[in-house]
């Protein structure tokens, strides 16, 4: 499978290099799409890719699939025409927060008939959440994150500080980089109005840890996930890009679990 990236940061990297760095059996990365040509030039020698500023070129590059890995404004600036002529994974979540751009894409995809693909990113339990959900099961998903307060640029705060209680419609608005993990959630299960969410800034963690705790009438789940952050992005966990490569290598599988 020939992918593009939009995007050429700390998840793209981790893309680069274990697909193209790797030799990967069955995805090779193809195009990369940025705004700044000069940054990035570098990436053309060591990965055989070839960089593109001009989107339009981008899309019509010999690519089966794009995955986007910059930011929620590169998602609602150019999913919806990605989706006329590619699949596409997209990992900045947090843009579909946006009732209307959901609406677009689902509608966009099904005209052109492409899929969009929604890793769980820097969590899991997914599979779980939504049989339970569509089977009328679920009663409440609550998230509680507690990451480095530096990371969330809260660098003097002597001990654990709560950054944000609310609902993950609200918790993406104010903490667009790091509360993509509770718009899926929230769309996996109760909707993004129903998912409780609290940030907690401490300086002395230094994983990004995501606790979720999922009640209904199947009865109770608990995840803890205690995740590494990527060197150069520490807001960034690396299972997020995990994610990623899981699902691609997944999508043309015979079999599947989940
Ligand atoms: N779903 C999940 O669980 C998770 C999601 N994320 C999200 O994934 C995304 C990528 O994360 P990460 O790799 O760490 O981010 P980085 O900040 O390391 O890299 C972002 C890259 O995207 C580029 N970029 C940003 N906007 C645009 C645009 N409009 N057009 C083209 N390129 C653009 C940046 O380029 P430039 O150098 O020009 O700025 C940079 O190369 C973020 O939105 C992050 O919040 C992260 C972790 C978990
Ligand atoms: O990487 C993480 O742990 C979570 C994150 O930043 C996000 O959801 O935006």
């Known amino acids: 499978m020939d992918i593009g990236i939009i995007g050429a940061g700390a998840i793209a990297n981790v893309m680069l290099k274990r697909i193209n760095g790797d030799q990967h059996e069955n995805l090779k990365i193809k195009s990369v799409f940025v705004r700044n040509e000069e940054k990035y030039n570098h990436l053309e020698d060591e990965f055989s890719v070839q960089l593109y500023t001009d989107f339009e070129a981008f899309l019509a590059s010999d690519i089966d699939i794009v995955v986007e890995a910059a930011d929620v404004a590169a998602v609602k600036a150019r999913l919806p025409e990605v989706l006329k002529h590619k699949d596409a994974m997209l990992v900045s979540v947090g843009a579909l927060a946006d009732g209307g751009l959901v609406a677009d894409l689902m509608q966009t995809a099904k005209k052109y008939d492409h899929t969009l693909h929604l890793p769980s990113g820097a969590i899991g339990g997914l599979d779980l959440l939504q049989n339970v959900q569509s089977h009328g099961e679920l009663e409440r998903v609550r998230l509680t994150t507690r990451k480095p307060a530096a990371s969330?640029?809260?660098?003097?705060?002597?001990?654990?500080k709560v950054v944000f209680e609310g609902k993950a419609a609200d918790a993406i608005t104010h903490f667009p980089k790091?509360?993509?993990v509770s718009v899926i959630l929230g769309m996996a299960g109760m909707g993004i109005e129903e998912t409780e969410v609290t940030l907690i800034a401490d300086p002395d963690v230094d994983r990004n840890i995501h606790q979720i705790e999922i009640e209904g009438t199947f009865g109770r789940a608990e995840f803890k996930i205690e995740n590494l952050a990527l060197p150069e992005n520490p807001k960034t966990s690396h299972l997020a890009a995990i994610s990623i490569l899981g699902t691609l290598e997944r999508l043309n599988r015979h079999f599947r679990i989940g």
């Open 178 to 180: 790091n509360m993509n």
């Open 152 to 160: 969330l640029s809260y660098e003097v705060v002597e001990s654990e």
